[in-house]
Every structure is written in structure tokens, then in C-alpha cells.
């Protein structure tokens, strides 16, 4: 049996919700990342960095066959034999060619469960919902439903699949968890994101998907998806993020899945052509041009990704940028989103050096640093983002002043990736990582988890100018 097919056979059955239900709580660094709001109740798993089987070899079709998708509906009561009745109708009339409990393929399986029968999925996916909801998940009782979509060309059964569930959650109440993206949504969500977002038969890539953003060691950051599955898509990963491209490389994965989704086929060599202009979805592409200063294309290589602990089932591609210019893989990422979206609106300030004015904020920003290195030494908290402003030297033996991404701090020395892109040092790029002497910081800015913000004199000083002008 193919892994592809053990795969759809574990939903069916529902042998993985016991195992991705025990996910233990996200590390500090992780997030979800996604262009539109993503649903309530969205929870990423558990990071991990340790090794575990890779998917080394060969590529192949880009689109597997067999697939399969399965639902909990979590109730606030135990559904009744006559509400099984009522479902396997509805069932049957909105995919006919899905027999439940057929011994041919494809087909479904539907189970009700008493309070208590379902496994318990961790506070952390649910914890946003409203108490009602919250208690209809704690509950443990509800409706299984999944069912294989070999084969679904177009993706009518998938588009079948999440009418049905909308219809059976609005009818019995709850909330759903979705295994492929281990995410419990409202029905809200749901309709939202599974069902309006569909134009005609086009399927929109992000609305299906989640991006489990977080840090897989102390300099390395990671993305993947989570739910190109059920579309018998491989799941895609970069596996070097410099923070200061976590964004873009969010819309490079959203990008690439959508332009799959659509149909495009790899190359004989792996190749995937991206094209912003040709994406037919218009909510998509028009979420992407507006996140674009250039749109463009890109002609990306996809490799076999060295699977990491707690990463999805199946099949995971990565994304290869080693054709692309720059010394370190962040630096490659970021010549290739250039690539794709056009250059940021992030270049360096420039200043003379007798700006008394910036050179005061700096002497009041020096006097904080030694409370600052202290609180950066014991780590950056979830959530939270340090940046801190530096000098950098430039080949025409100028000044290009630049903020950098603080990833850690020992020995009088700050440690991260350069967050603008340099003008006149050659060699340098965003995303690379740089090392900055205390003693040289001239602002910093702490970004809270709660929306709130410290330091950052110096942008007020520049926006002020700039409002005066």
C-alpha cells in the first residue's frame, strides 16, 4: 500500500485524530501566518527540530490520486440515530459517487459519538472560541465524517465535501476540526473560508490551507503548510526563514499552492513556473498584487524536503533558491521574492553627521542598552519582535543606517538578520545575518505581543520631518 493510500485509510478511520490531538503546546517562536484573516480558532502544533524521516528520492506526479479529507463535528449534544439517518440522505445526495461504507473507492464513512467517545483536542486549538463553543469541544461528542476523494479531477467532491459539513454544522451546532489543517474553525469560519471562497470551480489556495510559521533552532526558521492534501497536492516548506521575510515567503507559498491548485505541472527537472498575472482566482491573485510593489514571475525548483518531527503526512516538497543570488539561503530567499513581488520599500536611512537632533535620540537609546541586552539575554518572548537600529558602512565610505532583527544577545553583542535592503554595500542583503556591537545601537524598537510598542525615537523624529516637508 502506498503511504498516500495509508493516509486516506488513517482519516477514514480516524486513527490520526488520537495522535494529532496530543500535540503538545507551540514552542515560544512559532506562529500561523496568513494573508487573509485566518479563522478563529486557528492553533499551530507543536514545533520541533529533531530529524525524523525524510521524503529523499524522486519527485513524481505532482498530483496524487488518492486522497482523502475527514471531519469531527463537535456538538454540544450527542447526535441521535435519527440525525445519523438524516446525515447519511444528506450525504448521499451531495456525493452520490462516495458510497458510505462501499468496498469500492472511493467511499465515506460517517460515526456518531456519545459524550466522551471523541479524543480530547488540547485547550490551545479551541482556547479563542466563545464559552458555548468551547464547551461543545470539551464535550466530546459529535459526528466523524470522512471520505476519500480519489481521483477529483476539478475538485468537485472536495468542494461537495465542505458544502455538507456546513449543512451538518449548522444543523447540530458545534464547531469543526479540520485534520488536515489541525485547526478547529466556527461554522462561520467554515462557510467563510471552505465554501464562499470558491469562484465557480476554482478553489482558492489560501482558504484551505494553513502556514505553521516558527523556529525550528535559535537561527533557523521554518514554514510549512498544512492542508494542500486533500487537494493531492504535496505540502510545501522553505526551511530558512529570516524573520524579516516571513511575510513575503508566506505569499511565495501561497503563491506557488494556488498556482498548483490551478493546474500547473512540474517540469522534468522540478521546476514550477509562477506567474502572479496568469492566477486565474481573482480574490487570490488581487490579494497578491496588492502585497506586490512589482508583480512578476518566478521560476522556482522543488526538491524532496527532509521531513522534521510533527511535520504532515505525506508527501512535503521544498523549495530549492540555490539558483538565486546571495551568500546564505536568507539572502537567496530574498533575491528570489524580489523576484516575484519587487523590492520592499525598506531602504536604509541616510543622514549627515551633524543631525544633532538623531544624534541626542541615540546618546538617550545608548544610556537604555545595558537594561535592554539584559532583558534580550534571557530571550525574546512569544510573540514579540526586537529590532534595533545600527550603523553600516558602505563602499562609497558613506553611512547607510539599518534595522536589524534581534535573534539573540550575549557578550555585548546582538545577534540577527538585516531587516532593510542595502543600496551601497555590495555584497549585502536582507535576510543576512549580522553581528552589531552594543555600543553602536542608535534606536531600538520592542514590538509586544499585545499590540503595543517600545522605543522607535527615531522613526517619530524622521516621521515627523517627513510631515513637515
Not at 512569544?382 to 532583527?405: H, Q, Y
Request: glycine share 8%; with cysteine; charged share 25%.
Amino acid at each position: 500500500m502506498s503511504s498516500e493510500a495509508g493516509r486516506v485509510l488513517g482519516l477514514l478511520f480516524g486513527a490520526v485524530f488520537a495522535i494529532s490531538c496530543s500535540d503538545p503546546k507551540p514552542s515560544a517562536a512559532e506562529t500561523t501566518n496568513a494573508r487573509r484573516a485566518d479563522p478563529p480558532a486557528v492553533s499551530a502544533s507543536a514545533a520541533s527540530s529533531s530529524a525524523v524521516a525524510g521524503s529523499d528520492g524522486e519527485l513524481g506526479a505532482l498530483r496524487a490520486d488518492q486522497r482523502g479529507m475527514a471531519v469531527q463535528i463537535r456538538t454540544p449534544t450527542a447526535p441521535s440515530k435519527a440525525d445519523g439517518a438524516s446525515l447519511e440522505k444528506e450525504i448521499k445526495t451531495a456525493l452520490p459517487d462516495v458510497p458510505l461504507g462501499g468496498a469500492g473507492a472511493p467511499s465515506g464513512r460517517l460515526e456518531l459519538h456519545a459524550a466522551g467517545e471523541l479524543p480530547e483536542i488540547p485547550a490551545m486549538y479551541y482556547e479563542r472560541l466563545d464559552p458555548l463553543l468551547q464547551s461543545a469541544v470539551r464535550t466530546r461528542s459529535g459526528i466523524f465524517f470522512g471520505a476519500a476523494l480519489d481521483q477529483d479531477k476539478g475538485l468537485k467532491r472536495l468542494r461537495a465535501f465542505e458544502a455538507v459539513v456546513l449543512q451538518m454544522v449548522k444543523k447540530h451546532g458545534g464547531a469543526i476540526w479540520d485534520e488536515s489543517m489541525h485547526a478547529v474553525l466556527t461554522p462561520e469560519a467554515w462557510e467563510g473560508l471552505r465554501v464562499a471562497s470558491w469562484e465557480g470551480d476554482l478553489c482558492d489556495a489560501a482558504t484551505h490551507m494553513r502556514i505553521r510559521q516558527y523556529a525550528a533552532s535559535p537561527d533557523r526558521f521554518r514554514a510549512i503548510t498544512y492542508g494542500l492534501s486533500v487537494m493531492g497536492l504535496p505540502e510545501l516548506v522553505i526551511d530558512d526563514v529570516p524573520p524579516p521575510h516571513s511575510d513575503q515567503a508566506a505569499l511565495l507559498i501561497e503563491a506557488a499552492a494556488q498556482t498548483m491548485v490551478e493546474g500547473a505541472e512540474l517540469t522534468a527537472t522540478g521546476q514550477l513556473d509562477i506567474d502572479l498575472a496568469a492566477i486565474k482566482h481573482t480574490a487570490s491573485k488581487k490579494g497578491l498584487f496588492e502585497e506586490s510593489t512589482k508583480p512578476g514571475r518566478l521560476v522556482i525548483k522543488l526538491k524532496p524536503a527532509k521531513k522534521e518531527a510533527d511535520d504532515p503526512e505525506g508527501r512535503v516538497y521544498a523549495f530549492d533558491f540555490s539558483a538565486f543570488p546571495g551568500a546564505t539561503p536568507g539572502e537567496q530567499l530574498g533575491s528570489a521574492l524580489t523576484t516575484l513581488f519587487g523590492p520592499v520599500s525598506d531602504e536604509p536611512v541616510m543622514r549627515s553627521d551633524d543631525d544633532k537632533e538623531l544624534t541626542e535620540a541615540a546618546k538617550r537609546v545608548q544610556a537604555k542598552v545595558p537594561e535592554l541586552a539584559a532583558r534580550a539575554k534571557k530571550g525574546i518572548p512569544p510573540g514579540e519582535v526586537l529590532l534595533i537600529k545600527a550603523p553600516f558602512d558602505t563602499d562609497d565610505d558613506s553611512v547607510e543606517w539599518m534595522w536589524v532583527d534581534v535573534t539573540s544577545w550575549d557578550k555585548g553583542t546582538a545577534r540577527g538578520h538585516l531587516a532593510n535592503r542595502p543600496t551601497k554595500i555590495k555584497g549585502l542583503m536582507a535576510g543576512a545575518k549580522v553581528e552589531v556591537p552594543q555600543a553602536k545601537i542608535a534606536d531600538y524598537l520592542w514590538k509586544k505581543s499585545d499590540g503595543t510598542s517600545e522605543g522607535g525615537e527615531s522613526i517619530e523624529i524622521l516621521k515627523d520631518r517627513k510631515r513637515g516637508q
